[in-house]
């Protein structure tokens, strides 16, 4: 009885398309937008796009199902999803949270950045090319005590009051309005940047491969960003699926959303990295290249402000989308398990995901910078390291592992098809793919990523 009851009260998606803008919102994010450029200039460019278009075929697609599957499934969130099939695998749900939230944390404090880059620049403030200028605005503005604290909380103010209007009325509501938007602002910015005297050269680097510049850290690095970019491994895709009516046809949902998140990130790049090319900038800068590099392309272009200002605005949308469904993860587990209010578990939480993002903001200045944590990193590169390197591929190898080998491949299968009804011709290979290739190659990623920090 009680459980008939609970299925009521549980929230829904309200339509499928309302449901692929929310989950396509929670994989585009800043992993597109920042990270994916960064990384392919640091990795040889095509080399890096098209090892890493294999592997979103290969892994992404297969762990996106599983996860999808597994949530819908159960209509539970992780830790309650694991625990309903087998009771002794409920801490596995409880890593993929815990990874979610902990990233959260400091997510916020990156999206309170670019508030403050929307601020700066409609107030005109990047008004220069000089690279080592930009760099000292940016060490600086980080390195802050006070300042970054408010963006950081005016950025999990925003997160906050989405979530707690629910999945149907808040998250749903919000992705319709913030993925259309973002994906015109992306095409506009991306013919800007194409259109550049010279821009050429910056798409042949993105998408002509040189595999002379491949390595085994090229493959690592890819993997990684695909459980990262496409939101793996952190239980919030089993969330996700935990809201979608029985008769969804999850075969197509788990195809949609990789593939858009894989169009985001490659627009993404076609945006960047041409203009840094143009504008004779170098694509390798690494992290900075999106608070360093851009604010400099931007001085130089033609109404670069105003373009500065759409560009950061859809970095912001993208961000949003993705921390809504990172706090998510961890609301959804506290109303399912502890049964708390909605309104309360979000406050409560999102207070907590604040005040531990406290230490990763002052850890960029002198209030925490010289205080180290693991392998001789600072607070915050400290949260980037145990939720990357050890806490996803880890959720991720025993999410694998438990659809594949505990629930069973054919279960999985038959929920994907909903009995039957939907046509999955590549459910032997996906079989394949999440019993050996993803733990294989999860568990490779999971001990390189771990080495190097016991050096
Ligand atoms: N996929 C998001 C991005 O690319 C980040 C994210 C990871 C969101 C995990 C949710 C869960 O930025």
Redesign the pocket.
């Given at each position: 009885m009680t459980d008939l009851n609970q299925k009521k009260e549980r929230d829904q998606w309200g339509s499928k398309l309302g449901f692929i803008f929310a989950a396509a919102g929670?994989?585009?994010?800043?992993?597109?937008l920042w990270k994916f450029p960064y990384l392919a200039g640091q990795n040889g460019g095509g080399v890096f796009v098209v090892i890493y278009l294999g592997l979103v075929l290969l892994i992404g697609f297969t762990l996106m199902m599983a996860e999808l599957v597994l949530g819908r499934n159960t209509q539970l969130s992780p830790v309650g999803a694991f625990r309903k099939i087998k009771q002794k695998w409920a801490w596995v749900g409880g890593i993929g949270v815990l990874a979610?939230f902990l990233?959260v944390t400091y997510y916020s404090v990156i999206g309170g950045w670019i508030i403050k880059y929307i601020v700066s620049a409609l107030t005109g403030a990047f008004n220069t090319t000089d690279l080592g200028t930009l760099e000292s605005v940016f060490v600086n503005f980080i390195g802050a005590p006070v300042e970054p604290l408010i963006y950081h909380g005016i950025f999990m103010l925003i997160t906050l009051g989405i979530v707690m209007g629910g999945i149907s009325g808040g998250i749903e509501k919000a992705s319709k309005i913030l993925m259309p938007g973002l994906f015109i602002m992306m095409v506009v910015l991306m013919v800007r940047s194409i259109t550049l005297p010279g821009a050429m050269a910056g798409v042949e680097y993105l998408l002509k491969p040189d595999f002379s510049k491949l390595n085994m850290g090229v493959v690592v690095s890819a993997l990684g960003q695909v459980f990262?970019?496409?939101?793996l491994g952190?239980g919030?895709m089993v969330t996700y699926g935990s809201y979608l009516p029985k008769d969804e046809n999850l075969v197509e949902s788990s195809l949609i959303i990789p593939a858009l998140d894989t169009i985001i990130a490659l627009l993404a790049g076609l945006t960047i990295l041409p203009a840094v090319f143009a504008l004779g900038f170098d694509p390798s800068g690494g992290p900075g290249l999106l608070f360093i590099t851009l604010p400099g392309v931007f001085a130089k272009m033609p109404f670069g402000s105003f373009f500065a200002v759409l560009f950061f605005v859809l970095v912001l949308f993208a961000a949003v989308t993705?921390s809504i469904?990172?706090l998510e993860a961890a609301v959804s587990l506290t109303v399912d398990q502890f049964k708390w209010e909605r309104k309360k578990a979000t406050i409560g939480l999102g207070i907590l995901a604040f005040l531990i993002g406290v230490p990763s903001s002052l850890a960029n200045g002198p209030v925490l910078g010289n205080m180290t944590f693991i392998a001789g990193t600072n607070f915050f590169d400290s949260m980037g390291i145990i939720t990357d390197n050890l806490l996803l591929p880890l959720a991720a190898l025993t999410l694998s592992i438990f659809v594949g080998w505990v629930w069973g491949t054919d279960k999985a299968v038959a929920e994907a098809t909903n009995g039957g009804k939907v046509k999955f011709a590549l459910a032997k290979t996906w079989s394949i793919a999440i019993k050996y290739v993803a733990p294989i190659a999860i568990g490779y990623i999971l001990i390189s990523g771990l080495i190097p920090l016991f050096k």
């Open positions: 929670s994989a585009v994010g800043l992993g597109n979610s990233i990262f970019s496409l939101s952190m919030v993705s469904s990172l």
